[in-house]
């Protein structure tokens, strides 16, 4: 007689002390060094990857800057506007698993991929995918507030980001690691790797914001800041310019007639 199949549960989460190389950092004086927009470009995929054959496309995070002073024990911002946080844009982003190391990652790895492992937010799975056989804390009831407000601890459960919420990463920046586990947390895999040769970053604080139709997908940089009054500026000058012509093609007329 065949005895119905039992789904094996999921592996206990895993432990990563992370405080000896949070102590290392903190011998550095603490400054923020700005913020950044969240942005990536498309690839090719793989053929006949789940990429590809899921969304037909692959994607790399901007990277972050080259920071004119060292930069270990400082914070940095990801602006992450809102549509990056829709159900299909972070589906991908877990089946593409830009990312490397546990709870400390590569600093070429992909912020919101580093947030959906370290349990921050919430990533998004296909209906063919179990989620409670994925990670038990996927399952563990979220605080109302932690989708309302600036969050400096991990949540009881990752956060489903509110559809008409923007999200701000604030990483901060650590020391160079010889090597970066790939482990699998809540319901992400992240890669391994021993050859990098930059930095590294954890997740310090998220903050749930609405930048407004205005500075939504805006850089602030000085150098962006400097693009957008140069384009103000070109603008009013055409603006006088014109009613410059307009004014002398009316006095022309009025002389003709």
Same mark, same amino acid.
């Given at each position: 007689?065949?005895?119905?199949?039992?789904?094996?549960?999921?592996?206990?989460?895993?432990?990563?002390?992370?405080?000896?190389?949070?102590?290392?950092?903190?011998?550095?004086?603490?400054?923020?060094?700005?913020?950044?927009?969240?942005?990536?470009?498309?690839? !090719?995929?793989?053929?006949? #990857?789940?990429?590809? =054959?899921?969304?037909?496309?692959?994607?790399?995070?901007? *990277? +972050? $800057?080259?920071?004119?002073?060292?930069?270990?024990?400082?914070?940095?911002?990801?602006?992450?506007?809102?549509?990056?946080?829709?159900?299909?844009?972070?589906?991908?982003?877990?089946?593409?698993?830009?990312?490397?190391?546990?709870?400390?990652?590569?600093?070429?790895?992909?912020?919101?991929?580093?947030?959906?492992?370290?349990?921050?937010?919430?990533?998004?799975?296909?209906?063919?995918?179990?989620?409670?056989? !994925?990670?038990?804390?996927? #399952?563990?009831?979220? =605080?109302?507030?932690?989708?309302?407000?600036?969050?400096? *601890? +991990? $949540?009881?459960?990752?956060?489903?980001?509110?559809?008409?919420?923007?999200?701000?990463?604030?990483?901060?920046?650590?020391?160079?690691?010889?090597?970066?586990?790939?482990?699998?947390?809540?319901?992400?895999?992240?890669?391994?790797?021993?050859?990098?040769?930059?930095?590294?970053?954890?997740?310090?604080?998220?903050?749930?914001?609405?930048?407004?139709?205005?500075?939504?997908?805006?850089?602030?940089?000085?150098?962006?800041?400097?693009?957008?009054?140069?384009?103000?500026?070109?603008?009013?000058?055409?603006?006088?310019?014109?009613?410059?012509?307009?004014?002398?093609?009316?006095?022309?007329?009025?002389?003709?007639?």
């Amino acid at each position: 007689m065949l005895t119905p199949s039992v789904s094996s549960p999921p592996p206990p989460p895993k432990v990563h002390n992370i405080q000896h190389i949070l102590d290392e950092a903190a011998q550095k004086p603490r400054k923020h060094l700005g913020s950044q927009l969240y942005a990536t470009t498309t690839e !090719l995929p793989k053929p006949n #990857s789940f990429l590809d =054959d899921q969304f037909g496309y692959a994607s790399k995070p901007k *990277k +972050l $800057p080259r920071f004119s002073i060292n930069p270990i024990n400082c914070t940095y911002t990801i602006r992450v506007p809102r549509f990056y946080l829709k159900p299909r844009q972070r589906q991908q982003i877990v089946l593409q698993r830009h990312l490397w190391g546990a709870r400390v990652y590569s600093d070429d790895s992909d912020p919101i991929a580093a947030a959906i492992h370290s349990g921050w937010i919430r990533g998004e799975w296909d209906e063919t995918v179990d989620v409670k056989m !994925l990670d038990p804390r996927l #399952s563990q009831a979220n =605080d109302p507030s932690d989708a309302q407000d600036s969050l400096e *601890k +991990l $949540p009881v459960a990752p956060v489903i980001p509110p559809a008409d919420m923007d999200l701000q990463i604030e990483l901060l920046m650590l020391p160079k690691l010889e090597e970066f586990a790939g482990t699998t947390e809540y319901g992400i895999t992240s890669r391994k790797s021993s050859n990098h040769d930059g930095l590294s970053f954890t997740i310090n604080k998220i903050r749930w914001v609405d930048e407004g139709m205005g500075s939504r997908g805006q850089e602030r940089t000085a150098a962006a800041l400097k693009r957008r009054l140069d384009a103000s500026a070109a603008l009013l000058s055409l603006k006088s310019g014109g009613d410059e012509v307009f004014r002398a093609v009316n006095g022309l007329t009025k002389l003709s007639a």
